[in-house]
Nanobody, 127 residues
Framework: VLLVESGGGSVHPGGSLRLSCSVS????????MAWFRQAPGKAREGVAN???????TYTDSVRGRFTISQDNAENILYLQMNDLKPEDAAMYYC??????????????????????WGQGTQVTVSS
């Protein structure tokens, strides 16, 4: 499996970015995908996940501002980020795990569940 992120950059507070994750060489029959982020000195945390049918859940701090989506035809995962805040600044990673289940409501993501990761794309939010 190969995951390649793009779309990071530097924005002012209140700005927007759209991250992309190109997905290839998937060998799972079913899978779910997620975005994680890691700020300097902090643990990696899950931000959003999505199943193949488009059901998505979000951590509280981004719900209503971020939207995860996927283009199944092009094999691209997206994260639209609006109203960015300084605390959103981090390295953002896409990740994939086998299986189809995404819970009805948000549950913290387990890093160990995800078998493949992208290299990350940096998001900076500052005035």
């Amino acid at each position: 499996v190969l995951l390649v992120e793009s779309g990071g950059g530097s924005v002012h507070p209140g700005g927007s970015l759209r991250l992309s994750c190109s997905v290839s060489r998937v060998t799972y029959n079913t899978y779910t995908m997620a975005w994680f982020r890691q700020a300097p000195g902090k643990a990696r945390e899950g931000v959003a996940n999505i199943d193949s049918g488009g059901h998505a859940t979000y951590t509280d701090s981004v719900r209503g501002r971020f939207t995860i989506s996927q283009d199944n035809a092009e094999n691209i995962l997206y994260l639209q980020m609006n109203d960015l805040k300084p605390e959103d600044a981090a390295m953002y990673y896409c990740a994939i795990r086998p299986g189809w289940w995404v819970p009805p409501t948000w549950e913290p993501l387990k890093i160990s569940d995800y078998e493949y990761w992208g290299q990350g794309t940096q998001v900076t939010v500052s005035s």
